[in-house]
């Protein structure tokens, strides 16, 4: 179990003492930057961000508190970060039991802290982890032990829910700056527009399509799957960097093997070694199906965001699918 995992279990007074000197050292060449005259949005993955900054547009300055190129279940925050989510007038995270440590946090502000917080999965039906217990020539498949309770955060990965989501955000935005709640309207109105759109999309591929199950490293796609018909079988459950038994390998291996599967999906973030000997010991190709928590730096620099990504994604999946 990674240190990522324990934070949850911190004393909330851990947190306030970092929250204390974070302030105290706000003014500091370290501290996050604060922009004056704008709504200060932190987020704590990289899809919150996004949706933030599309909807704020010139009215909003949004600090994506996880750094491209790191893998957000694992993460904690560190005194800057703390400072930054203390500061800003708005903290979007995604519950679910991604953040481990936003309770504590959340529970160490000071009564006249300014910031308010935004569980954006709120009022979402949040999956548990779908597991197969041993039966003939099934096996588990993978393991709960999420942040909570074997919960499946990746709810931006159905563009239906996505759009859910993003009205919250806009919402929360409207309630924290209402000054400026025409343009966050028709701003909303555009993303919501290239929601559906991404949606039309995803379904008009995939429905088609002759095969409906996909292997992948990480059980992040249960809503994608679940939105657009298709059956996810993840070498590592919910927790990306796991490790499964050797009777899990088996069971994937024996179902790319009987189901004719041609992909072995890894992702950018975490390391592709498992994917990569399952794939040459079942003589089948991979490639990337990003869960899109955040982006490499190199997407980052290209400016690429949740769409090109959730395209990229479907591309994949359709010449997986054939």
Request: charged share 25%; proline share 5%.
């Given at each position: ?140 498949m993978g393991r709960l032990g999420h942040a909570e309770e074997g919960l499946d955060p990746h709810t931006w990965l159905s563009p239906v829910l996505a759009k859910r989501m993003a009205t919250k955000i806009k ?143 479907l591309d994949h999946l359709a010449q997986a699918l054939k």
């Open positions: 179990m990674k240190a990522g995992w324990f934070h949850r279990k911190r004393a909330a007074a851990v947190f306030l003492s970092l929250l204390i000197l974070s302030i105290a050292s706000g003014c500091g060449t370290s501290a996050p930057r604060i922009v004056k005259d704008k709504l200060n949005i932190s987020a704590t993955i990289y899809p919150l961000a996004d949706f933030a900054a599309k909807i704020g547009g010139d009215h909003v300055h949004v600090i994506s508190i996880v750094p491209a190129g790191v893998e957000p279940h694992d993460w904690s925050p560190s005194l800057r970060d703390i400072s930054a989510m203390s500061r800003s007038q708005l903290l979007l995270y995604q519950g679910g039991g991604l953040e481990a440590w936003v309770d504590d946090f959340l529970r160490s502000l000071p009564s006249d802290a300014a910031v308010k917080s935004l569980e954006v999965s709120s009022g979402i039906a949040v999956r548990h982890a779908e597991v197969e217990e041993e039966s003939g020539q099934g096996a588990l919402d929360a935005m409207i309630a924290a700056d209402p000054a400026n709640k025409a343009d966050y309207e028709a701003n909303y109105a555009a993303l919501a527009a290239r929601l559906d759109g991404l949606d039309r999309r995803y379904r008009e591929t995939l429905e088609p399509l002759p095969k409906k199950d996909i292997v992948v490293q990480h059980a992040a796609f249960g809503y994608l799957c679940r939105e657009y018909g298709l059956t996810q079988k993840a070498i590592m459950g919910l927790t990306p960097d796991a490790e499964p038994t050797a009777r899990q390998m088996r069971a994937i291996k024996d179902f790319v093997e009987e189901n004719r599967v041609q992909v072995i999906f890894f992702e950018e973030l975490v390391s592709d070694k498992l994917a990569k000997t399952l794939a040459r010991e079942t003589g089948v190709k991979t490639d990337v199906l990003s869960p899109i928590e955040g982006r490499t730096p190199e997407q980052e620099k290209a400016g690429e965001d949740y769409f090109s990504l959730m395209e990229r994604n």
